[in-house]
């Protein structure tokens, strides 16, 4: 289920750079820019405790991230564990990006329980877009294309791009179609429309496991997304209609099943101030799921949720303390009340914070009911339960110089987690209790003009709490080392490093995937309009496996050029 109240998010003045505060970071557009980034998960690895993947985005462990853009939500309907549409934003048209660590659930809704992501995208007064064209080793090309335009009160913007790719190893190939739509029209201040309509196609192979590979099964994907959005201030509505279908085919293991999900949703915010330091936001949400496959009956499922938050500052207007509930009525899973509290003390050069929240997780369609040559439906799933406390410290002590210290401690009840059985077969199941715990350490160093460093370091432990024994796929340790490097003004390099320790392969923790470290190369320059750019990835060519135990790419490289309009 997919719910979208965005009007009670927290919204951050803008500036230039980034700010990481424990459970919150922003990310502007000139700390973007920096990135040099081609996909939008190169810029989400950047995020102490975020672990984003060609389709897919964790928070702390838990896959169950929601993520907007410009108030829609991009999650793919017929994934497996809230997979995410990343070709439908290019880091060209970001703006913002705001990351809500272990929260968000309150105003956002079920299958928040890692977080939310809410990335807001450039509207230009004037004709603006970009061409962009690179390719590399395995055969990779990619083109796209964006145009905006604004006369008067209409805004009108069109995208497009097309990827092709022949993979890395057996059956690893992927063609990637991808079109969108904005239109928006202001009435006066602060009243305006929005209309916004994308399509994503996406075909590749599925070569499994070294030790159990599948060299005949496919993949297709083709989701449509809808949404309008009427923002009346201090009234908000969003409505949005999602639809997905997925493909799956193996000749040599008889697997033939489609799985097709469309999500309709409305929902409705407001705030109001109700005295000179507090605001009052409340809203409504009604959603209408509904999938339909070869290998099961047509299910139809509806939910209705009312949330309401009161935020208070006090008097010295160091403190600052917000508290809500949300209430959620679901057709297929029990129904729940879920708060969400967060206490903030700020001085000039630093900020402590602790925040409390409740989120459930609803299992997909996918995991409940598609079949494919390496994963078993499991018609039993029940809603998983997150509880989420974070404390964090962060302060800027000297100029160019800052630093996050975070805690986290998360209880998932019935935790959905997939496992491997014989043959490389697996599926997923429900847990009973695990615990994520932990802790973020981030810095920032402007060392000099034209150098930066940033470094961060995540500590998980994620334990079964009947058995004492880790969880399949999760990591201890995971570190990131980013150098930005700028030495002309024209030009702009970025070092990136990346180590993570090893991880167990199932549940008895008797099959064990080793630990990695690997570092990547981004480089661009500029003149006029134009920017060439090239990436390297896994520069030093090492062989290594991702958590889920598939084979993770070995050197690879692109080159391109982008022209900005």
Avoid at 76 to 92: A, F, K, L, Q, R
Avoid at 416 to 427: D, H, K, M, S
């Amino acid at each position: 289920m997919v719910v979208c109240l965005c009007f009670g998010c927290v919204c951050t003045p803008a500036r230039a750079g980034a700010a990481e505060n424990g459970d919150t970071v922003v990310l502007e557009a000139e700390a973007i820019r920096a990135m040099n980034a081609l996909k939008m998960p190169d810029i989400l690895n950047n995020v102490s405790g975020v672990q984003a993947g060609d389709s897919s985005v964790s928070i702390h462990g838990s896959y169950k991230v929601k993520v907007f853009v410009d108030g829609r939500p991009i999650n793919d309907p017929t994934s497996s564990h809230g997979g995410v549409n990343w070709d439908m934003i290019s880091p060209e048209d970001v703006a913002h990006i705001e990351v809500l660590k272990g929260r968000g659930g309150l105003t956002y809704g079920r299958d928040a329980g890692g977080g939310v992501i809410l990335i807001t995208t450039e509207r230009d007064h004037r004709l603006s877009g970009y061409v962009k064209a690179y390719g590399g080793s395995h055969n990779t090309q990619d083109y796209s294309a964006a145009l905006s335009t604004t006369s008067g009160r209409f805004s009108l913007g069109v995208s497009g791009g097309y990827e092709t790719t022949g993979g890395y190893k057996t059956n690893n190939d992927k063609e990637r179609y991808q079109t969108g739509l904005k239109l928006s029209y202001d009435l006066e201040e602060k009243k305006k429309i929005t209309f916004s309509a994308d399509y994503l196609e996406d075909k590749r192979g599925l070569s499994g496991l070294p030790d159990y590979p599948t060299p005949f099964s496919r993949k297709q994907t083709r989701n449509t997304a809808y949404s309008l959005t009427a923002d009346f201030h201090p009234v908000n509505s969003r409505t949005y209609y999602n639809a997905g279908r997925r493909d799956n085919t193996d000749e040599t293991r008889g697997v033939d099943n489609t799985l097709e999900v469309a999500n309709f949703g409305e929902d409705i915010a407001t705030t109001f101030h109700t005295t000179d330091r507090g605001d009052l936001s409340c809203g409504a949400a009604l959603t209408w799921d509904k999938a339909s496959g070869t290998a099961f009956e047509d299910q139809d499922e509806h939910a209705i949720s009312l949330f309401a938050s009161q935020s208070i500052t006090f008097p010295d207007r160091h403190v600052t303390f917000t508290a809500g509930l949300r209430g959620n009525y679901h057709s297929a899973f029990a129904n729940t009340v879920n708060p969400e509290i967060k206490l903030i003390y700020k001085k000039a050069a630093w900020q402590i914070a602790a925040a409390y929240s409740r989120t459930d997780n609803a299992p997909s369609f996918y995991q409940r009911y598609n079949e494919t040559s390496s994963t078993r439906p499991n018609r039993d799933l029940v809603m998983e339960t997150a509880d989420n406390l974070s404390v964090e410290f962060s302060a800027s002590p000297l100029e160019g110089f800052s630093f996050t210290i975070s805690g986290f401690y998360n209880r998932l009840s019935d935790r959905i987690t997939y496992v491997t059985g014989n043959e490389g077969i697996g599926r997923y199941q429900n847990f009973g209790e695990v615990l994520y715990q932990g802790g973020d350490l981030a810095f920032t160093w402007q060392m000099m003009e034209g150098l930066k460093l940033k470094t961060s370091y995540t500590y998980l432990e994620a334990t079964d709490a009947e058995t004492g024994l880790w969880l399949p796929c999760k990591a201890r340790h995971t570190g990131r080392l980013t150098v930005y490097w700028k030495p002309l003004r024209a030009l702009s390099v970025v070092f990136d490093g990346k180590s993570t320790s090893s991880v167990y392969r199932n549940k008895q923790n008797t099959k064990e995937i080793p630990g990695y470290s690997i570092a990547d190369l981004r480089a661009e320059y500029a003149f006029s309009r134009f920017q060439l750019f090239g990436k390297i990835e896994n520069m030093f060519d090492k062989t290594y496996y991702y958590a889920d135990g598939l084979l993770a790419p070995p050197r690879t490289w692109v080159v391109g050029i982008n022209w900005r309009i």
